[in-house]
């Protein structure tokens, strides 16, 4: 679920107005997380990650997923310098702790894993519009694309695909077949809205 992280060349935002717009677009990634989770499925990104990790080991979504982003927030500061980092460090918590409150204040008997892959791609996608555009990340794997990218030419979304390919083929061996391809469908879902909505020169914020 990690996309390339852009720099914007003006800020536009007022901290308030920032610090909003972080809160609201975590709370979208954490929805669709939810579902998703709901469905048994998983994602691309540090997110697929953590997912996998919490079916297997019995661990809770929010735990595994905060831990393992841990030692990326060197990285981010290195990337993009101490505010990208914090900015980092804030998101990824508010997701950890925002999808676990839903557990027990949104609870999912049932969801077809087809709905559950659509609406999570639109709910996650429009909240990693979000975070891009207020400079916030997922941590992760996308951090350490941005700085392949930078520093040797190694394009990101290439490190990104090659990390999401090596995600889904330990998915087939934990998930039924079905699941793995409803999985695919929500990060398809993802991209796209990703895609027609983020650009370097639409409206961001440092």
Do not use: C
Request: aromatic share 12%; charged share 10%; proline share 3%.
């Amino acid at each position: 679920m990690d996309i390339d992280l852009n720099t914007p060349a003006h800020p536009r935002y007022s901290g308030l107005e920032d610090l909003q717009g972080l809160v609201v677009a975590s709370a979208q990634a954490a929805l669709g997380l939810h579902l998703l989770r709901a469905a048994g499925l998983v994602t691309g990104g540090t997110a697929g990650t953590a997912l996998i990790l919490s079916y297997v080991s019995g661990f809770s979504f929010g735990v595994v997923f905060f831990a393992i982003n841990i030692p990326f927030y060197a990285f981010a500061y290195y990337a993009r310098g101490l505010p990208f980092a914090l900015k980092s460090l804030a998101t990824v918590s508010l997701v950890s702790v925002m999808a676990e409150a839903l557990k027990p204040l949104l609870h999912v008997d049932h969801i077809h894993p087809g709905i559950a892959a659509l609406l999570f791609g639109v709910s996650a996608g429009v909240g990693l519009l979000g975070l891009f555009r207020h400079q916030g990340s997922l941590g992760g794997v996308s951090i350490v694309a941005v700085i392949l990218q930078d520093k040797f030419g190694f394009r990101a979304g290439w490190t990104q695909a090659i990390h999401d390919l090596v995600l889904f083929v330990i998915a087939s061996f934990i998930l039924a077949p079905e699941q793995v391809l409803w999985s695919l469908l929500g990060a398809l879902v993802l991209n796209f809205v990703i895609a027609m909505n983020h650009r370097r020169d639409w409206y961001v914020a440092n």
